[in-house]
C-alpha cells in the first residue's frame, strides 16, 4: 500500500523562495571582484535571480542546458547557482585553475551553451576561445562601467542582462531528478570526469549537512565559504545557507589571511569552511598580529586531512572547533563529519585530538564500508584498513557521459581511498590508494607522516612519497617546505619524527624543497613527484 502524502519536489528554486518568505532579511555579503564590499538580502537577491531567469529565457535558454561559469565565490555566482537551476538548467561551474586545455576539454565535453565569466578570467578565455565549440556566448560578470578590453567578441554584461528585464518570473515546477549542476573532478590522470547533480541529491545534502551533528547550520549561522563555489560546489554551503537563512559571507577572489580576517571580524562569522592551506595561511597571519579569531566557533575543514597541529592551534589559540569533513566530487561532497560529538566534549584534549583527527562519522544518508581487493568487507575495528567504499542518495551513479564501471560496483562507489572504520563508526582515511607506500609488503601511510611532520614548527608544508628502493621496493621520502627564515636539518627531523611514527615508517631521505606542485583543488600533485625523484633513492 502507498504512503498517501504530496509528492511535491524537491526543486532548488523552493529553496530561494523559503528564504524569500521566512528570512527576507538575511544578508549575503561578497567582496567584488571590482573591489570593495556588496551587501544584500535574500529578498534582493531572489529578485535578481527572477531576473536573470528572464534574461537567460531572452537568450534562448531552455531546460536541460548546461551554463558554464568561471567565477569567484560572490553574490553574482550565487545568483546563477539559484538562477541557471532554478529554471531547470544546469550551473557548470568550471575550476579555472585546471590547465587551459583541461578547461576547453570540459566547457566542449559539457556542450556549454553560455560562459559567464568573472574580469579575472576573462585573460585566461582569450587564446582559448577558438575551441570552445559548443559557446553562443560569454557573459562577463561586472557592470558597464568595468567591462573589460577584449579579444573576446561580442561580450554581454551581466548587469545590463539583468538591468533590462523585470523580476516577475514563476519558476518551472520539474522533476527533482532533473540534473541541477555538473561539476569536473580534477583527476591528476586522464580527462577530468563530469559528476552530475540533481535537484533532489542537492537539496537532501544541503538539508543533511545542517544537522547539528553534522556542520550544525541555522538561521544564527554567519557562514563564510572560502571552498570555492567551482569546487564541489562550495561544499553544498550556499544551499544549505539558503535553507536555514544563513547570514552568508563570499570572500570574491581574495582568500589571503589579511582579508580573511577582516572579514570575519566585520562580518562577525561564526562557521568557516575550506581546505587547510587556506587556514595555514590564515593562522600564520593570525600568530603575526597577535590577534584571535573572536567570533568564529568552528570551522570546516575537507580536501585533504587536517593535521593534528592545525586542531590544536585553532583549539588552544582561538577557542574554535575544527570539524574534520571527508568527501569527494562524486559525492555532493560531504560524506562523513567529525563534529564535536557527546563523548569527544567529555574528552581530555590529547585524548580529543586523535579521535578529531579522524574524518569522521557518515552523516544519515549515505552508508560507508571498507573492502579487501576481492570485495570482502572487513572489520570495523579501526585497525583493518582497506578500499573506501559509499553508497547514498548524493552519491554518484555513473559519470556525465563517460562509462566508468570499475568505479560503481553493486550500488557502491568505490572511493579509491584506503581507511579505516572504528566500532563507534568514525572513519579514517590511510591514503588514497594510488599514495599508499608498500614496502616489503607492509604499508605506509604517506599522510600520517605528512602531519606528524607538520607538527614541527619550521615546517610550512610536508609531502611523503614512495619511491623505489633495491630492498624494500618502496621507501618514504619526506619533502619539506621550510616556514621564512627557519633552519632545519634532515637528522632533527627524524629525530623529531622519532616515536610520533613506527621506526620502519620513517622516511629513508628529508629532501627540502622551496615549494610543491599542486592539483587545481589545491591537493599535493604526488604523481609529479613520485616521477621526479623515482630513483632518487637508486642513485645515491
Ligand atoms: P575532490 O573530488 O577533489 O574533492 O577530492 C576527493 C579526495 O580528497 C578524496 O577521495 C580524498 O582522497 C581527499 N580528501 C577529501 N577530504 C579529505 C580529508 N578530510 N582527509 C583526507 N583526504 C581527504
Known amino acids: 500500500m502507498q504512503g498517501q502524502m504530496m509528492n511535491r519536489p524537491l526543486l532548488i528554486s523552493g529553496l530561494l523562495e523559503y528564504a524569500e518568505q521566512v528570512y527576507p532579511n538575511s544578508e549575503i555579503v561578497s567582496r567584488q571582484v571590482e573591489g570593495g564590499i556588496h551587501r544584500y538580502t535574500y529578498t534582493d537577491a531572489g529578485k535578481r535571480c527572477r531576473q536573470l531567469a528572464n534574461a537567460l529565457t531572452k537568450l ?26 532554478g529554471m531547470g538548467a544546469i550551473t557548470h561551474t568550471v575550476n579555472p585553475r585546471l590547465f587551459p586545455e583541461q578547461i576547453s576539454y570540459i566547457i566542449n565535453h559539457a556542450e556549454d551553451r553560455l560562459l559567464f565569466v568573472d574580469l579575472t578570467f576573462v585573460p585566461l578565455l582569450e587564446p582559448l576561445a577558438d575551441q570552445l565549440t559548443t559557446l553562443q556566448g560569454i557573459v562577463v560578470m561586472t557592470d558597464r562601467a568595468h567591462m573589460p578590453e577584449s579579444s573576446l567578441e561580442g561580450l554581454l554584461c551581466y548587469e545590463e542582462l539583468l538591468d533590462a528585464e523585470s523580476d516577475d518570473y514563476d519558476w518551472p515546477t520539474f522533476s527533482e531528478e532533473s540534473a541541477a549542476a555538473l561539476c569536473y573532478t580534477s583527476g591528476t590522470t586522464g580527462n577530468p570526469k563530469g559528476v552530475l547533480y540533481s535537484h533532489r541529491s542537492t537539496i537532501l545534502h544541503a538539508q543533511a ?49 589579511p582579508s580573511l580576517h577582516e572579514l570575519i571580524e566585520t562580518e562577525k562569522v561564526t562557521l568557516a569552511l575550506g581546505v587547510p592551506t587556506i587556514w595555514m595561511g590564515l593562522l600564520a597571519y593570525m600568530d603575526e598580529i597577535g590577534k584571535t579569531l573572536d567570533s568564529v566557533e568552528s570551522v570546516v575543514v575537507g580536501g585533504a586531512a587536517a593535521p593534528v597541529s592545525m586542531i590544536q592551534k585553532f583549539q588552544e589559540t582561538h577557542d574554535i572547533f575544527l570539524i574534520h569533513a571527508w568527501g569527494m566530487t562524486e559525492t555532493s561532497p560531504l560524506g562523513t563529519i567529525s563534529s564535536c560529538s557527546r563523548e569527544m566534549k567529555s574528552m581530555p584534549l590529547a585524548e580529543r585530538y586523535p579521535l578529531q583527527q579522524k574524518q569522521g562519522r557518515p552523516i544519515y544518508g549515505v552508508s560507508l564500508k571498507i573492502v579487501d581487493d576481492d570485495g570482502v568487507e572487513l572489520a570495523r575495528d579501526g585497525v583493518a584498513f582497506g ?75 610536508s609531502c611523503v612519497i614512495g619511491v623505489a628502493h633495491k630492498k624494500w621496493d618502496e621507501r618514504p621520502i619526506l619533502l619539506i617546505v621550510k616556514k621564512l627564515g627557519e633552519a632545519i636539518s634532515q637528522d632533527d627531523m627524524i629525530e623529531f619524527l622519532t616515536g610520533k611514527v613506527a621506526k620502519w615508517w620513517l622516511p629513508d ?24 625523484y623515482q630513483s632518487y633513492l637508486l642513485d645515491r
Request: glycine content about 10%; some cysteine.
Open 60 to 85: 534562448g535558454v531552455e531546460q536541460g542546458d548546461r551554463i558554464g561559469t568561471l567565477a569567484w565565490n560572490t553574490n553574482r555566482h550565487y545568483e546563477l547557482y539559484m538562477g541557471v537551476s
Open 209 to 257: 549537512i545542517c544537522q547539528p551533528q553534522a556542520i550544525n547550520i541555522s538561521c544564527d549561522s554567519t557562514i563564510l565559504p572560502v571552498v570555492p563555489m567551482f569546487h564541489v560546489c562550495a561544499w553544498g554551503s550556499p544551499y544549505a545557507a539558503t535553507l536555514t537563512g544563513a547570514k552568508m559571507v563570499f570572500p570574491g577572489p581574495q582568500m589571503d589571511g
Open 387 to 461: 578500499r573506501l567504499l559509499i553508497t547514498g542518495p548524493w552519491v554518484a551513479e555513473s559519470y556525465f557521459r563517460e562509462d566508468h564501471p570499475e568505479n560503481f560496483i553493486d550500488g557502491w562507489f568505490d572511493t579509491g581511498d584506503v581507511a579505516t572504520i572504528d566500532p563507534q563508526g568514525y572513519m579514517q582515511i590511510v591514503d588514497r590508494r594510488k599514495d599508499v607506500i608498500k614496502s616489503g609488503g607492509e604499508w605506509i601511510s604517506s599522510i600520517e607522516l605528512e602531519n606528524a611532520a607538520l607538527g614541527h614548527p619550521a615546517v610550512a608544508e
Open 509 to 532: 631521505a628529508v629532501v627540502f624543497v622551496d615549494e610543491l606542485p599542486h592539483t587545481a583543488t589545491g591537493k599535493l600533485l604526488k604523481m609529479t613527484l613520485r616521477e621526479e
